[in-house]
């Protein structure tokens, strides 16, 4: 029995020695990592930080190639044809993986079959803000504000289709108001409206409206996270604030179908190694985004429980593009 035992454990130690040393190994040529956005966007600056501790793992250069176009399924498109010989990698969120293939009869690829999830890098939150001229600090406020005010109860979007839209539509259903989105070419002209008091509530992700919250500019009233954020300690939660609403987005990165099972397995370690290095951690939160070290099963869960999540949402609000 004892000489079983051991055999087992050398077997299983052996194991893992041969999968530390399979992933240490260089690739055989140089890594390309596919975005679906312009540079200097949040789903960007992660590709650009996890890209550079990336290239001295895995000895070769890395690579961040920008496709922007269709909200970023252009790139999934490409990435998805990319011959099986070639490293690729695509860093995606929501709106490409989860939100276009509900709302868009051919969207050039399946989110599911055609891609392999590789790891889960990071998270951000929603933010519910307020122009300093709406009349109230708090969510229950606004919420009786709203209700008041039907004609008033505009929220404000960075985009038609992205989450923020969604969000913005499951606090209107959560809180049962009548909630009017209007969505923009982007956050800034958002921001623009917002601070102007030409939109009166607006819905965007954290990083983009805590600087304008901070100078005063604006005021936000909740965020979506299940706890507080470090970023913004004196802002409640949603569910703090009285509604019982979580939710966050993320960028995650992706693999063509193609590529083969083992180098898929030493890029999910490698990332995850880099995404547990103290440096990477400090630049991720610098950018105002959450880290995360996921493993490809555990990549897995949480995109199929965010699927869970988001579809019944997006199927409801009869949005189409």
């Not at 052996?14 to 890594?31: E, G, K, N, Y």
């Not at 709406?134 to 229950?140: D, F, I």
């Not at 917002?194 to 009166?200: F, N, Y």
């Not at 996921?294 to 199929?304: F, I, N, P, R, V």
């Amino acid at each position: 029995m004892l000489k079983h035992i051991l055999r087992r454990l050398t077997g299983t130690l052996a194991l893992a020695a041969i999968a530390c040393a399979t992933a240490a190994q260089p690739l055989d040529s140089p890594l390309r990592i596919v975005v679906g956005y312009a540079p200097g966007g949040a789903t960007d600056r992660v590709a650009r930080i996890v890209g550079d501790k990336l290239q001295a793992k895995l000895g070769v250069p890395v690579v961040v190639d920008n496709k922007p176009g269709a909200g970023g399924r252009l790139a999934a498109q490409q990435v998805k044809a990319t011959p099986a010989a070639q490293n690729v990698l695509m860093l995606a969120n929501p709106a490409v993986m989860v939100v276009a293939p509900l709302v868009f009869k051919d969207n050039g690829y399946d989110a599911e079959r055609d891609f392999v999830p590789v790891s889960h890098v990071n998270d951000y939150e929603f933010a519910l803000s307020v122009a300093t001229a709406v009349p109230v600090r708090e969510l229950p406020h606004l919420l009786a504000w709203m209700r008041a005010n039907p004609e008033k109860a505009n929220v404000g979007v960075p985009a038609t289709g992205s989450l923020p839209h969604f969000f913005g539509l499951m606090v209107g259903e959560k809180a049962k108001v009548p909630t009017q989105v209007i969505g923009y070419r982007g956050s800034s002209p958002l921001l623009t409206d917002l601070i102007g008091g030409q939109v009166p509530i607006a819905v965007d992700t954290l990083d983009v409206v805590i600087p304008q919250h901070q100078a005063g500019k604006i005021r936000i009233l909740a965020m979506s996270g299940a706890k507080r954020s470090p970023f913004a300690p004196e802002v409640p939660t949603f569910k703090e604030a009285g509604l019982d609403l979580v939710a966050t987005g993320w960028n995650t990165f992706f693999a063509p179908a193609t590529m083969p099972r083992e180098k898929v397995a030493r890029l999910s370690q490698a990332i995850r190694e880099v995404m547990q290095d103290p440096d990477t951690v400090r630049r991720f939160k610098d950018s105002l985004m959450t880290p995360v070290a996921s493993t490809q099963e555990q990549t897995a869960a949480m995109l199929k429980a965010y699927r869970a999540q988001w579809a019944p949402v997006v199927q409801k609000s009869g949005y189409q593009p």
